[in-house]
């Protein structure tokens, strides 16, 4: 057996990759696992990929370029007793082993965790589910379009087009998701090795991940359960008759400039709609007799006065929609620049993220030179470290580039491996961990709250009058129950020169700081990098606003549609539903508007969960990079950066680039095998991606259609050449039976097929299937007693994990204070002065 490595063989900010010595390997090639193996290949890691003859399904996308980057290729065919061995000792002598195939196949094979595990007592073994690891669906392919499907996200992406039923999403949220999540799970077990000694299998479920992405409709169905006889949860966005029911549709304005730009403006706090107004020449309308009370209305609430007409409703998004119309990008821009508190993000296509200004001053770019293709421009690392920045510079592998290599390496390990193992504490895997959250609503601050499941210690400090997201929603708390939950809250007049000082002693005892506050804010506050290293030359800070720290953008205000709209996620979704003429009037310009943002927003997911996964990766990261011996650094990671590579199947660029895989004009899907069907009652998700399953859909269909004989569909290359014949068959073969039907047989046969679930993803997620399949927890609150919320996203073979409720603001700043080393009578003298505030 050859001796194990461990990073913190290496110790200190001198080293050349920060994960050098750990080495991973990847079985079988999942969106989910390349991602996972990206980010620790980035930053020094030897990761080993273990392909299937044939290669992985990635290969065929061109962001693939970008997702295997700097990793080893070795094909094996694990129908083979002696390629299994092969990986089997692979992953035997790796510190980290991720994969994404079913846990019946890895069980089939002899490479399930419990196999690999007993011959390495210090490996992390990551097994990604779909569903988890119990329950009716615990093993069902890992795959993006199912977990749409059975969770409810096709029908909320259903307004992104006009015909009825469900829209395909070309954005895999749960993959990026899960990959995150699993991500934060093996840098958790990472850090508890270095204390324990001993490895443990960490397991995810793509589907349990995919609720992480919803700000706050989950919080709206639990207290639809709690109190269903008074709270029916959710909210309406547009009446009946098309008028907006709440102030969004015009503090986040979708419009078109005078030369045919698209822009998604973003003014969701009253301080930025207020500038909004006073920019678009509209401030008069706060006094108007008319207007008054409706403007002021929907300047400071969610609400539109209840009194206030649809004509009146209608004039006055008519009347943004015009102002917008009157200038050109150019002149907006200027505006922009004039008006700091006022931005709108243009609706960019295709990868034109990889142009955005921001990225290049950021650096969070990167051009790779492929052997094949040339130079790749793709995006750069996911994180940022001041001090040691990750190594980029070596292509994706060619199909088994590595395999007389690793074969070779796996003839030199002994066959059966074993390692003593010592005593197997049960401890959370971050317990002794403090994070100092500084900042709001839910894009950065819910990566500190996935944490606290895993026993991280996280202090909120939130101004005086509360954290935004508190007041969201109409039921009070509601909109911050999910963000807030483990944490400590310490209310704090963050303008005060006092604040600083306060501040400054908090920090002392902290690991890791998380500020999403935009660029500057925090040096003024006297909070900054610099500020607080001075006082503790160990911290770790983690800056993640929406743009960067940089001008231009790092200023801007972002949210979830801005950067739905900058990344390229709203028009990936929906740009077959976008034409690049100008609209003719107000309501082909609101029927636009409208499928721009439900393709890049819904209920279900939106950008702000996947910044604030990619943030939650970053802190678990730095809690293990610090237990190594690594610390003191500025980080950073943005919403931007973090939908860029949420995106990465497409978001490369180089000569001979071949197009992503692409939905059709109606959004119903990439191609006829993987397709959204109606059936004689519902719709169905089918994703056949392999020969195999070909031949197992070919054969469960043979009753109604000889797709299987038929020389059109003989091999892949001719499905794809004849992909509206075979759709045209499919379709008649669905509409043969109801969508519960069609699941039930495909799934018997081994057919990945789902039935689309018309339901709300909030009430699927946390309702029966979500018990059923591990993914609730049941806590008491204090604001509205026993509620259910999504369990920790990691279990784990050894740690323990924990659920926690959320917070009334400042019900913590005594004992944080207290903590802190402040003594009672300094405590009594800050609640005198107005400085704090106690829950």
């Given at each position: 057996m050859t001796e194990h490595r461990s990073a913190s063989t290496a110790k200190g900010n001198d080293m050349t990759g920060m994960l050098d010595g750990l080495r991973v390997v990847e079985?079988?090639?999942?969106?989910?696992?390349?991602?996972?193996?990206?980010?620790?290949?980035?930053?020094?890691?030897?990761?080993?990929?273990?392909?299937?003859?044939g290669g992985a399904l990635l290969r065929r996308e061109p962001g693939f370029l970008f997702l295997a980057r700097g990793k080893k290729s070795i094909v094996l065919d694990l129908d083979d007793q002696g390629d299994v061995e092969v990986a089997r000792k692979l992953m035997a002598d790796a510190d980290v082993a991720v994969t994404q195939e079913r846990g019946s196949e890895l069980a089939a094979w002899g490479l399930e965790p419990s196999s690999i595990t007993s011959l390495n007592s210090r490996l992390i073994y990551a097994q990604i589910t779909a569903f988890g690891l119990t329950g009716s669906l615990a093993d069902v392919k890992v795959d993006e379009p199912l977990i749409a499907a059975k969770l409810g996200l096709n029908q909320s992406f259903a307004a992104a087009t006009d015909r009825p039923g469900p829209s395909w999403s070309s954005t895999p949220w749960a993959s990026w998701s899960g990959a995150q999540a699993t991500l934060q799970g093996i840098f958790a077990a990472l850090r508890e090795r270095e204390s324990s000694g001993l490895g443990q299998?960490?397991?995810?479920?793509?589907?349990?991940?995919?609720?992480?992405?919803?700000?706050?409709m989950q919080s709206n169905a639990a207290l639809a359960q709690i109190f269903p006889d008074a709270f029916q949860g959710g909210g309406m966005v547009l009446r009946e008759d098309g008028a907006p029911f709440l102030s969004y549709s015009y503090k986040l304005l979708v419009a078109i400039t005078k030369d045919g730009h698209w822009l998604q403006?973003?003014?969701?706090?009253?301080?930025?709609?207020?500038?909004?107004?006073?920019?678009?020449?509209?401030?008069?309308?706060?006094?108007?007799?008319?207007?008054g009370a409706f403007i002021t209305m929907c300047t400071d609430t969610v609400m539109i006065p209840p009194d206030a007409s649809g004509e009146m409703r209608f004039e006055f998004w008519n009347l943004l929609y015009d102002i917008v119309q009157q200038k050109t990008l150019d002149e907006w821009q200027a505006t922009f620049d004039e008006w700091p508190n006022v931005f709108a993000e243009v609706f960019r296509r295709g990868t034109d993220l990889l142009h955005h200004q921001q990225l290049e001053v950021e650096g969070q770019l990167a051009t790779i030179v492929d052997r094949e293709h040339g130079e790749v421009l793709q995006p750069g690392a996911l994180i940022?470290?001041?001090?040691?920045?990750?190594?980029?510079?070596?292509?994706?592998?060619?199909?088994?580039?590595?395999?007389?290599?690793?074969?070779?390496?796996?003839?030199?390990?002994?066959?059966?491996m074993r390692s003593t193992p010592g005593s197997a504490p049960d401890d959370l895997p971050l317990a002794g961990v403090t994070i100092m959250e500084l900042g709001t609503f839910y894009a950065a601050p819910y990566g500190s709250t996935i944490l606290t499941d895993l026993g991280a210690r996280v202090i909120k400090v939130e101004a005086l009058d509360g954290e935004p997201m508190r007041f969201q929603q109409a039921f009070p708390e509601a909109g911050a129950m999910k963000v807030l939950q483990g944490k400590e809250s310490l209310a704090l007049d963050l303008g005060s020169p006092e604040a600083r000082d306060v501040l400054g002693r908090i920090a002392q005892d902290v690991d890791i700081v998380m500020c999403s506050f935009r660029a500057g804010a925090a040096d003024r506050l006297g909070v900054g990098f610099n500020d607080l290293k001075a006082m503790n030359p160990n911290i770790m800070y983690l800056d993640c606003p929406g743009f960067g720290v940089l001008a231009p953008y790092g200023a801007r205000p972002a949210f979830a549609p801005t950067i739905a709209a900058g990344s390229g996620i709203a028009?990936?979704?929906?740009?077959?539903?976008?034409?690049?003429?100008?609209?003719?009037?107000?309501?082909?310009?609101?029927?636009?508007?409208?499928?721009?943002?439900?393709?890049?927003t819904t209920s279900a997911a939106q950008p702000d969960g996947v910044a604030a996964f990619a943030v939650g990766t970053a802190l678990a990261m730095a809690a293990y990079l610090q237990s190594i011996g690594i610390g003191g650094q500025q980080m950073l990671t943005t919403m931007l950066q973090s939908c860029g590579h949420a995106l990465g199947e497409t978001m490369v660029e180089f000569n001979g680039r071949w197009e992503a895989s692409t939905t059709d004009d109606e959004i119903l899907g990439f191609n006829a095998l993987e397709r959204l069907y109606e059936t004689a009652e519902g719709w169905v998700t089918l994703s056949v991606t392999t020969d195999a399953e070909w031949i197992r859909l070919a054969n469960a269909v043979s009753d109604y259609t000889d797709i299987g004989n038929d020389s059109r569909f003989a091999n892949a290359s001719l499905r794809n050449e004849h992909s509206g014949a075979l759709a045209d068959a499919l379709c008649a073969v669905f509409a043969q039976k109801n969508a519960a039907d069609w699941e039930k047989s495909m799934l018997r046969v081994g057919v990945p097929l789902m039935e689309v679930n018309t339901g709300a993803a909030e009430h699927i997620i946390i309702g029966e299937l979500g018990v059923e399949h591990g993914w609730v927890a049941r806590v008491e609150s204090p604001i509205v007693g026993e509620y259910p919320r999504l369990s920790p996203y990691q279990q784990f073979s050894r740690s323990r994990t924990v659920a926690l409720p959320g917070n009334t603001k400042g019900q913590h700043t005594r004992s944080v204070l207290t903590q802190a080393g402040f003594s009672d009578d300094e405590i009594l003298a800050l609640g005198e002065k107005g400085l704090v505030l106690f829950g």
């Open positions: 079985l079988g090639g999942g969106l989910s696992t390349a991602h996972v193996g990206n980010l620790l290949a980035d930053f020094g890691a030897e990761v080993i990929s273990i392909e299937h003859p299998t960490v397991t995810t479920s793509l589907g349990h991940a995919l609720g992480g992405l919803d700000p706050w403006f973003s003014q969701v706090q009253p301080r930025l709609f207020k500038d909004f107004m006073e920019a678009c020449g509209l401030s008069w309308m706060y006094t108007d007799e008319k207007w940022r470290f001041s001090d040691t920045p990750a190594a980029l510079g070596i292509g994706a592998p060619r199909l088994n580039e590595h395999g007389l290599e690793l074969r070779e390496r796996a003839k030199s390990l002994a066959p059966e028009m990936r979704n929906v740009g077959s539903q976008i034409p690049e003429t100008m609209p003719v009037d107000h309501d082909e310009l609101r029927k636009y508007g409208s499928k721009l943002a439900a393709g890049g």
